[in-house]
């Protein structure tokens, strides 16, 4: 058979994780095969009709088998998936071999990569003179308390300006020797907490790691936080925090990490790392440690309208109820008790989507925080035809 002298990786094809993005060129349509490790400097894009025979790369069919049901030429179905190698989107050789280079990258540096918050500006300047014309257009929040920690955003800074600037306006030249960063792993394979020994970076500088802290928060758990590391760079939430520190703070040390959604925990192998193991490790490792440590978690609330599944394009109604259901779980949420919280947010099955329901959670537990104060709430449409609007929000804890 002609398909047996192929590598059987790509015989065999198995498509890994791609976030197809629509593009056009004229009246050409197509997707863009978004990889969110970015392992290849290049993205494939593929005509949308092409989006069905993908379907089928998923590790049970031949390439035989996918062209005689497709009745599609073989040579198509062949190059298709020797391209989707090339730029390692096929699990394989190829793409550990690029997962190998991009973390030996890293470690060489000592930094995770700089990504998403490029959008502030390519130079500090530019970066520092966008976050402080945000800044202008926030008050003071005025708590009556030492801040311990803050639930900030993750989506782009363009559509959470308000609530970013007025969330870390709470810490604004704070005192702060360390930040535990604590984000959604989304995009990542690793089904338990998935930490990183590197720091990050905006175009302000850099951040380094505490690597005391993380050796003693690592130390305390029965696995290997660090195990599935690379998962932080499919992930935007720590690095979008960065330049507001930066701003706000200084450079503190910080140790990141991301937690999985507890409405959707898959079994963990061995040496994976348990919420609750992470967060009693985390409470012992603040304890212990030196100066003043600041815990961030990030995420978003609902995520409502077609582009989220929902039949009908949003309307001021869907938004109202949106909006009455996510003050609802906040408001559980500040009563500071995260089994009241996640039996809140079971309790409709997390119907509206929130994103952050498991760094809010840990946040809950690791602190146990005796004020919780809202900030800021917004919604944000993603466009002008109600196909897709999501919802930040700021708190502020005080233990």
């Known amino acids: 058979m002609e398909g047996s002298s192929r590598p059987a990786h790509i015989d065999r094809p198995h498509l890994r994780r791609v976030l197809p993005r629509p593009v056009q060129n004229g009246d050409q349509k197509g997707l863009a ?20 025979a993908l379907q089928h790369f998923n590790g049970e069919w031949t390439l035989d088998d996918i062209a005689t049901n497709l009745k599609a030429p073989e040579e198509a179905i062949v190059g298709l998936a020797e391209k989707l190698d090339e730029v390692g989107l096929l699990w394989g050789p190829t793409s550990s071999d690029l997962e190998d280079a991009l973390r030996a990258r890293m470690h060489e540096t000592g930094f995770l990569p700089l990504r998403q918050s490029r959008m502030l500006g390519e130079t500090a300047d530019d970066a520092r003179s966008t976050l402080e014309g945000w800044m202008t257009e926030v008050e003071d929040p005025e708590l009556d ?5 803050l639930f900030v955003p993750r989506i782009d800074y363009p559509a959470a300006e308000e609530v970013y600037a007025g969330t870390y306006a709470a810490i604004a030249g704070a005192s702060i020797d360390r930040v535990l960063l604590i984000g959604t792993n989304q995009f990542g394979f690793g089904d338990g907490v ?3 020994s590197l720091g990050a970076q905006s175009p302000l500088g850099k951040l380094e790691a505490d690597a005391d802290f993380l050796a003693d928060l690592n130390g305390r758990l029965d696995g290997d936080l660090f195990r599935d590391e690379l998962d932080h760079v499919a992930s935007p939430d720590v690095e979008m925090q960065v330049p507001w520190l930066q701003m706000m703070i200084g450079s503190p040390r910080i140790a990141a990490v991301l937690v999985p959604d507890p409405l959707s925990q898959a079994p963990l192998e061995d040496g994976q790392i348990a919420t609750d193991a992470f967060v009693e ?13 600041l815990v961030i978690a990030s995420g978003d609330l609902s995520h409502i309208g077609p582009q989220f599944g929902e ?4 309307d001021e109604q869907r938004q109202s109820e949106a909006e009455r259901s996510d003050r609802d779980l906040l408001a559980t949420f500040a009563e500071g008790d995260p089994d009241r919280f996640l039996s809140a947010v079971k309790w409709n099955a997390n119907a509206n989507r929130w994103s952050g329901v498991g760094t809010m959670l840990a946040l809950l537990e690791i602190l146990r925080p005796t004020k919780v104060e809202l900030i ?5 449409a993603l466009d002008q035809a109600g196909s897709g609007v999501v919802a930040s929000a700021g708190l502020a804890l005080g233990t």
């Open 281 to 293: 490790a985390a409470r012992g490792a603040l304890a212990e440690a030196s100066g003043r440590s």
């Open 33 to 52: 095969l978004q990889d969110p490790f970015m392992l290849s400097d290049q993205t494939m894009v593929v005509p949308v009709q092409v989006a069905q």
């Open 311 to 314: 039949p009908r394009p949003i």
């Open 145 to 149: 308390f030492d801040v311990a920690g």
């Open 376 to 380: 800021d709430y917004h919604h944000h």
């Open 194 to 196: 998935v930490g990183t």
